[in-house]
């Protein structure tokens, strides 16, 4: 018996390592919320150094003083790419205690058990540590194996672990920082047109006028708003997001998608102002919403649509 044929007869037993491996991958899914934006600024902020290097460089004033002042120009640039010159990525440095700074071990990263096992404090200067964490982990192995269940042993599944887990990195970066960062929208976009050469959901005239149709949809929406108030209603990064939904799961999801996404982002936005006071000019992050739109019309998109059908029609 093959390890496949193994996890098909036993169903309960593939579900628990679907859980076990959303665990591991919500452990990272944290790092990759916190860090990628913080790479991202680096980016920006290198790229706008050497534009500004490259300016001085080549404005008249630049060019008269360039026997004297260019040598400090240059040695200013430097000490600024020394500060920025440590390696920061998903890998290094080292995940440490923001409070104090100390390294966490091995057995410190173990998904909610070391969370338990220190009572949600760091094992040094005894800071509580946020439940954020592994809320992460935990709601990423519920949802992983929400997928296992639903699609078993097959390539579906495999597809909606990967789609699972890249929305729910996008959705706490969006949270945090009002991104959605391309690194992680544009791979999800191709992998879905690729998966429809299969297909997984969708065929491959489906995923194409899908992701057509997602991006132009809000773009449309974001020059309408934009033309009416001079306003920006949302980022680009919600273009890309919807285009990626639209080339997994086809053209035929996105009505559902956008109904879903705006109705409770609605709802949050409203009670947010009424509850809580929220300045209403403080923008409200779309990729959130728009994920779980997406993972639910995944999930339950035929029951979603024959429920609609039969309340209006």
């Known amino acids: 018996m093959t390890l496949l044929e193994f996890l098909q007869d036993f169903t309960p037993v593939y579900v628990v390592l679907v859980g076990i ?13 916190h860090r990628l934006p913080i790479m991202m600024e680096r980016e920006w902020r ?3 150094e050497y534009y500004k290097t490259e300016q001085e460089e080549q404005s008249p004033a630049g060019s008269a003083a360039n026997q004297g002042g260019h040598a400090g120009a240059l040695e200013s640039a430097e000490a600024d790419q020394d500060s920025h010159s440590d390696r920061f990525n998903l890998a290094v440095p080292k995940s440490r205690c923001p409070s104090c700074g100390t390294a966490i071990q091995a057995w410190q990263n173990i ?28 709601f990423t192995a519920l949802l992983s194996m929400i997928c296992a269940i639903k699609f078993g042993v097959t ?21 945090d920082t009002q991104l959605l960062p391309d690194s ?20 491959t005239s489906e995923a194409i006028v899908g992701a057509a149709a997602g991006y132009m949809s ?15 209603g949302m980022g680009f990064g919600d273009f890309k997001l919807l285009a990626a939904l639209g080339a997994w ?27 809580k006071g929220r300045d209403k000019q403080i923008p409200i992050p779309f990729g959130p919403y728009l994920a779980a739109a997406g993972w639910l019309s995944m999930i339950m998109g035929e029951q979603l649509s024959a429920y609609y059908f039969n309340l209006y029609l």
């Open 184 to 203: 992680i929208t544009l791979p999800l976009l191709w992998l879905g047109l690729l998966a429809s050469l299969i297909p997984v959901f969708a065929n």
């Open 249 to 275: 799961f086809g053209w035929q999801a996105l009505p559902m998608i956008i109904l879903l996404s705006s109705v409770v982002g609605a709802i949050v936005g409203i009670t947010l102002i009424v509850v």
């Open 46 to 48: 290198q790229g706008w």
């Open 111 to 138: 998904p909610i058990v070391s969370y338990l096992w220190l009572g949600g404090k760091c094992g040094t200067c005894k800071e509580p540590i946020s439940i954020r964490y592994p809320l992460v982990e935990a």
């Open 21 to 33: 491996l959303g665990l591991i991958i919500g452990s990272f899914l944290n790092v990759v919320i």
């Open 218 to 232: 809000l773009w449309l929406v974001y020059w309408a708003f934009k033309l009416l108030t001079g306003k920006e």
């Open 155 to 175: 390539a579906e599944a495999l597809s909606a672990l990967i789609i699972t887990w890249s929305l729910i990195a996008l959705s706490g970066i969006d949270f």
